[in-house]
């Protein structure tokens, strides 16, 4: 699910299905309870939900330190907490949380950095000691290139 279309198209090319959430904006103001309450429900139909929000990515854009730091909050409590929720009520799952692309506010323009990522779940080992960070992330060995294999390295972790 997302508000921005260029993600919309992707995803419907790809053959997912296409959730709307009303007050989804693809902006600071979205909806991020929406979307993860959305997402969570879907985890009843589907093996696999994609939520795209995109006001990090926004906030990086306008160089606005306190609002991609609240736009980053909003997300882990308002879209991954009820996905990680609903989640453990499977006997096994999965959840992977990462940019798209890293939008650092110094620059206030996408960059070509590897983003970080999270991946949790049944069965999936850290492959570091250290607290996640992007800092943390940049300096571990395990980076995923090109971009496009990170979900072969997901569904398989």
């Known amino acids: 699910m997302s508000a921005v279309d260029l993600i919309r198209g992707i995803t419907k090319l790809a053959g997912f299905d296409q959730i709307e959430v009303p007050g989804a904006t693809g902006y600071l103001d979205t909806n991020y309870s929406g979307k993860g309450n959305a997402a969570a429900a879907a985890l009843d139909d589907y093996d696999l939900v994609l939520v795209h ?35 453990q009520s499977f006997d096994e799952w999965k959840i992977m949380v990462v940019p798209d692309h890293p939008t650092p506010i110094r620059t206030r323009t996408h960059t070509s950095e590897p983003p970080p990522f999270c991946i949790a779940g049944t069965g999936v080992q850290p492959v570091q000691s250290k607290p996640f960070s992007e800092e943390n992330a940049a300096r571990g060995d395990l980076q995923i290139k090109p971009g496009h294999e990170l979900l072969e390295y997901f569904l398989r972790a």
């Open 53 to 87: 929000v995109e006001a990090p990515d926004e906030a990086g854009h306008l160089g606005s330190i306190q609002e991609k730091k609240l736009a980053i909050e909003r997300v882990d409590e308002q879209v991954v907490g009820p996905i990680l929720e609903k989640l």
